[in-house]
Structures are given as C-alpha cells and as structure tokens.
C-alpha cells in the first residue's frame, strides 16, 4: 500500500502564511503527478494544485496567486507554500499521487490521511 505523509499544517491569523510538505515512497507506478487537494466541513472535496514530474503546476481558481506547489524528486517531497491566507482556506488538507494533471480527484489513486489548516479573522 502506498503511503503518503503530510505535515505542516496548523492554525493562522488571516493574511498569514503556511507550508504544508508531503512525502511519498520515491517512484509510483502509473502516478507521476502528485497533488493538493482540501475538503472542509460540509463541502465537497477540492482540488487545490497539481505539479507533473517536469514541474508544471496547476491551480484552483481560489488559490490562484497565493499558493505555490513545488517538488523535490531528491527527497520524494511536494511542497504547497500558502500566503494570504483567507478564513476560507481553513480545511483538511490531503496529498494525493495521481495520473493526470487534473484537479479532478477522480485521477488519484493513492492519498494521505490529511493535515488541518484553521485561518482565523
């Protein structure tokens, strides 16, 4: 079973800023995308970024701007760097390895189990 292990989640003031890292088991077969995805209470889950193995990111219309997903295939590491941080940011935050550049979750696989994010006003 592959595993993914966030970290870096936690609670901020609005405008504040967190990294949120994710590390995967090196190579995945048939899942070279890895992505950022968040589910708040009540809501469907979101996708949030993705990044293929070349580093080419795709962003949620939401985060566009503030948020930067990064990967250091050294380290079997995927970063998201959030700034600005809005209250309506606050949700569990989920890595997931995937096939596509896609925001659509139905393309991932293998997931985490998930880090929280609280923005307060």
């Known amino acids: 079973q592959v595993q993914l292990v966030e970290s870096g989640g936690g609670s901020v003031q609005a405008g504040g800023s967190l990294r949120l890292s994710c590390v995967y088991p090196?190579?995945?077969?048939?899942?070279?995308?890895r992505g950022w995805f968040r589910q708040s209470p009540g809501k469907e889950r979101e996708g949030v970024a993705v990044?293929?193995?070349?580093?080419?990111?795709l962003y949620g219309g939401s985060v566009q701007g503030r948020f930067t997903i990064s990967r250091d295939n050294s380290k079997n590491t995927v970063y998201l760097q959030m700034d600005s941080l809005k209250p309506e940011d606050t949700a569990m935050y989920y890595c997931?390895?995937?096939?596509?550049?896609?925001?659509?979750?139905?393309?991932?696989?293998?997931w985490g189990q998930g880090t929280q994010v609280t923005v307060s006003s």
């Open positions: 997931a390895a995937g096939s596509a550049l896609s925001l659509s979750e139905s393309w991932y696989k293998h």
């Open positions: 090196g190579y995945i077969h048939g899942s070279t995308y």
């Open positions: 990044i293929g193995l070349g580093g080419s990111p």
